[in-house]
């Protein structure tokens, strides 16, 4: 694998006009509850809602001109397909997003919003793969991959370089873990910047193929149960496994009474709106999961997008 | 009146150490669909969780000695009996806080998680004064009144010290108005750094006591039609309307549904959770009832303690 530093830092100067360098939170009353210093980066205050525009916008402006020219492609039902029509048009290029035909009303519009083109197929991983090279062949569109991209991977990795870079002295990184992109970014930037930090990742239980491979030392696929956390839904990514095995330190899971307990409790003592996805970190805190008792533990709050009338809690 | 901008100023200094110095966010969706230039200053994230520590906290640490050591009373359904009740803890003085039988449960337990004494009342305004001047006598205790307060309105001020601070071009600064506090505060503090600046309030059209005040020029009682912005229902106060007349520019009011949609829309866009009376500003400019075209809008919102299960759209 060639995801390094380098290729962090080096999407750090390309994206930099493009997103937002998002804010560092701090909870007196999340502290003292939980025994240790937290550090919020609010991706959910990025572009989009979420950190996706990292990755997304990261891999649009590496292509070389001819190749940007004939346009960009992938397969999503959430942020990542928002995110890379978004990157698209900031570069004037077209973008086709395979999605789901029972995607959520206000995703599709998000897209449309910035002038990409959708094409529908439906609700399998089969059928979204298989649109989507249809999609590239017709095309000549590069695929950009939501996580098994590298410049993807490396785009995701500057939200920790922006956290690091605000606060050099964290004992612990956390960030949920789905298909492993940010995870990845992540954990290298971590590792450069402060070699001798904690990279914690958190699964939902429901969802643990990353923790049962992370255990086993190779990929396991797992049945999957339902989670309310539908942004780690996804198996984690053949070659992000690879880069996880050599730069992350351990990988929790927590339930989803804890998922949706740690979103409720961040936006009331918060104030701000994070999706059952960004929770799983700091669910996996109140689960007692890892010790951070008198640490400095950073949590990527991965996105805020919810659906204001179906609110987990209700 | 007294309330000047020294006092201001000197509140400033005053409450520095006890309370957040809060970000100002700006959103570019919200500035393309008001055609002007929004900043939001965030009281939803200061402590308690609205701007109200700002007024309490400026007016106990204004006591003298002896006075103090007596302790502060008043009567608040709302934030203002927590904002109390911290200043008092943090003073190290008794607080006496006068509450409805059927205020909230999570309102009790906040007054009573800063060690102050709660005294029931019926859910009158008459009941709460007759309890509160009680308590008074019988304790020696000082009335921090939540808005006729002179030191209470000075503190208040200083959000808007704060915000003109940071961005110094704002063309209008708006708030809310209930019974003036934070509004006089706001008004004094905003023509003294900036004489050419519009100070604009915003009410509920069923509360809408001051707009009507303002327009007659004299305080006018209305009759109170059910309001979702609870911080707004109470009245005008005599001494805030007399500063109100003096320093405000405009009074304008908003629907329910407005409200309701412009918190709405904060929350969606802004991934940030603010309270009903807070979004009554940005619902003002969203129903049209001031020109912002090309204007550089600061908008003062002043809280985020919402009911998770009780939400307007729901």
């Known amino acids: 694998m060639s995801l390094d530093f380098a290729a962090i830092r080096?999407?750090?100067?390309?994206?930099?006009?493009?997103?937002?360098?998002?804010?560092?939170?701090?909870?007196?009353?999340?502290?003292?509850?939980?025994?240790?210093?937290?550090?919020?980066?609010?991706?959910?205050?990025q572009k989009v809602g979420a950190f996706k525009p990292?990755?997304?916008?990261?891999?649009?402006?590496?292509?070389?001109?001819a190749t940007a020219r004939r346009g960009v492609a992938t397969h999503s039902s959430g942020n990542h397909g928002s995110a890379l029509a978004r990157a698209a048009k900031l570069r004037g290029i077209?973008?086709?997003?395979?999605?789901?035909?029972?995607s959520a009303k206000v995703k599709l519009r998000a897209v449309e919003s910035y002038g990409a083109r959708i094409v529908f197929c439906e609700p399998t991983q089969e059928a979204r793969e298989v649109a989507c090279a249809d999609v590239i062949a017709k095309t000549g569109a590069t695929l950009i991959h939501s996580f098994e991209n590298e410049d993807v991977m490396a785009g995701q990795g500057t939200a920790a370089v922006e956290l690091l870079e605000?606060?050099?002295?964290?004992?612990?990184?956390?960030?949920?873990?789905?298909?492993?992109?940010?995870l990845c970014g992540t954990a290298v930037a971590a590792k450069a910047m402060r070699p001798k930090i904690k990279v914690i990742a958190a699964e939902p239980a429901n969802a643990d193929d990353a923790a049962r491979s992370f255990r086993a030392g190779r990929l396991i696929r797992t049945e999957k149960k339902f989670t309310i956390a539908d942004g780690l839904r996804t198996n984690v990514g053949e070659p992000n496994f690879q880069i996880i095995q050599r730069y992350v330190d351990e990988i929790v899971t927590v339930s989803e009474e804890a998922i949706i307990a740690g979103m409720r409790t961040i936006w009331e003592t918060m104030k701000i709106?994070?999706?059952p996805s960004a929770a799983v970190p700091y669910a996996a805190i109140v689960e007692r999961k890892i010790d951070i008792a008198g640490k400095c533990v950073g949590?990527?709050?991965?996105?805020?997008?919810?659906?204001?009338d179906a609110l987990p809690w209700m």
Chains 1, 2 share one sequence.
Request: net charge negative; charged share 20%; proline share 5%.
């Open 54 to 65: 990292r990755g997304a916008t990261n891999a649009v402006f590496s292509l070389d001109d």
């Open 94 to 102: 077209p973008a086709h997003i395979v999605m789901p035909s029972n």
């Open 10 to 45: 080096a999407a750090q100067e390309r994206i930099r006009a493009y997103i937002h360098r998002t804010p560092v939170l701090t909870s007196e009353r999340l502290d003292d509850a939980s025994g240790g210093s937290l550090l919020f980066k609010c991706e959910n205050f």
């Open 273 to 275: 709106i994070i999706e």
């Open 166 to 182: 605000e606060v050099s002295d964290l004992d612990v990184v956390m960030c949920p873990v789905g298909g492993g992109g940010l």
């Open 299 to 308: 949590i990527i709050l991965t996105g805020g997008n919810v659906d204001l």
